[in-house]
Structures are given as C-alpha cells and as structure tokens.
C-alpha cells in the first residue's frame, strides 16, 4: 500500500525513498504525476529498413492496456489488458496470461509508476552511487515477482537514465521534454534485449494526456 507522508511516498528504505521522490518532482512533481489517468503514445523505430509503430493506450482507472506494434501496415503483435484478463496476439496465436503476469503489466497502464511500487508490491532498495558514461547516478533495486531489475537516477538532475536487469534488459531514457500538465517525458529510448538482434532506437512521435478511449480501443 502506498504510504503518504508530507504529500511523499514513504519507502522503508529512506534512501530509496529520496531518489524516488526527487525523480518525482523532477519530472513535474506529485500532484502532475497523479493527475495522469489515461495516455496515448506513439513510437517509432527502424529494424532492417522496416519503420516499426508502437502505439500504447492506458487507462489507470479501469486498469485496461493495449500495445500494438505495426510494420507495414499489419499488426504483428499486441498485448491486451481488460475486463480483468490479459493476453497476447502474435502471429496468428493468442497467449492468455496468467493473474501473476497481468498484475505486472498492468503497471504499465502508469506513465511514471515509480510513485505507486509499494502499490504493486514491488520492494525497493538503495544500492548506491556509480558512474554511467562519466555521470554521477544513484542506483535503486526493484524487485517484484517476475525478477528484479536495477535504476539509475541522475544525481545532477534527478532522472531516470536507464534501467537494467535480466528480465527487462536494458533502457536508457533521453531527450526529455515537455508533454503538457507541467511534466517531462523521456522520448527517446534505447532498447537492449537478448530477443532483439540489434539496440532498438524508438522515438516517441505522440504523447497525449488523460484521453477519453472507447471499449473498442482495448480489443
């Protein structure tokens, strides 16, 4: 359960809990950050000549998620949460999910979910200061119950500059700007996967804020 104290979130690791709440109000502070309740986002990368479009629709409220990526006008992929079930499509094959793995991707309905990790049950920890490509960061450790996954938090301006771990792989965040409501989003991204051939450049091209979706939007 997510714990409040002077309008912070209150991690039983203090540290952690500073680097949380100072990525927080870096990014436009809590109360912005709360007042998301639904997105659209729209990326773009390039594999082998081919433009890849990755669109995401969330909706915190109802806990309802879509993810498609495209290439060349079809669907190859998309992730559906609603109506409390998760799936995947690929290929012509349906994977239904099971409550443990909805419950994890269901966090992604939340542009910044790091305010809400003690709502999903996640464990955070302080691991430490390090450089990452000649800058000063503090690392966190997130566990949840798919793996554990490492955080690295600018010191100078309090960002998230990459996150790493076995089962998400790598994630470096840059060019943060501006996306209304008084908060910054990172849009661009460098995806490091063993499932991936190369490094994947995406690029956010969209970004709306608290959109009105129609059930046919989670289909």
Request: hydrophobic share 40%.
């Amino acid at each position: 359960m997510v714990l409040l104290v002077s309008g912070t979130l209150a991690l039983a690791d203090q540290d952690a809990k500073r680097v949380i709440d100072t990525y927080i109000a870096a990014v436009g502070g809590e109360e912005a950050v709360k007042s998301v309740t639904s997105s659209f986002v729209r990326m773009e990368t390039e594999v082998q000549g081919m433009t890849l479009n990755i669109t995401a629709k969330a909706d915190v409220k109802n806990e309802r998620l879509y993810q498609g990526t495209e290439m060349a006008g079809n669907i190859v992929q998309k992730t559906i949460v609603n109506d409390g079930k998760a799936r995947i499509e690929a290929m012509g094959q349906v994977q239904e999910l099971d409550a443990e793995t909805m419950g994890n991707i269901v966090t992604q309905t939340y542009l910044f979910p790091e305010l809400f990790y003690e709502d999903f049950g996640f464990e955070v920890k302080y691991v430490g200061k390090e450089k990452l490509d000649g800058k000063d960061v503090e690392v966190l450790e997130v566990s949840t119950s798919a793996g554990s996954f490492k955080e690295y938090y600018s010191v100078e301006s309090g960002l998230k500059l990459l996150t790493s771990g076995d089962v998400v792989g790598e994630t470096a965040f840059s060019e943060y700007k501006s996306i209304g409501n008084g908060l910054i989003y990172p849009h661009s991204l460098s995806i490091k996967n063993p499932m991936l051939p190369m490094t994947m450049e995406m690029k956010v091209i969209e970004l709306k804020l608290n959109v009105t979706f129609e059930d046919a939007d989670f289909n």
